[in-house]
């Protein structure tokens, strides 16, 4: 289930074409790091994983190249304030 989300992030929603199936995927196995005043999550190497052993191998893993670089910012109240695709790596503190 996704949470609410602001303002913001509603508009970033649909002006980056984000799916919900997305923003759960990052949520449920993604990685967190809290770079500046809120959550920062994304899917690393390890989310890839956790989401390969549930899907099955390689195959299902197919399914979701597209969401990869994808990244959510999640407040402390837990709403979504923006969702993007990384172009970066994710400094870790």
Known sequence: MVPDRTAHAVKQHQGRATLSLRESLIL????RTRPRGADLVYLDKAARKRIRR?????R???VFDRYWNGYLVVADNGQIVTTGFRTRRVKRF
């Open 54 to 58: 549930e899907v099955g191998g390689k």
């Open 28 to 31: 449920d196995y993604g990685s």
């Open 60 to 62: 299902g893993m197919r």
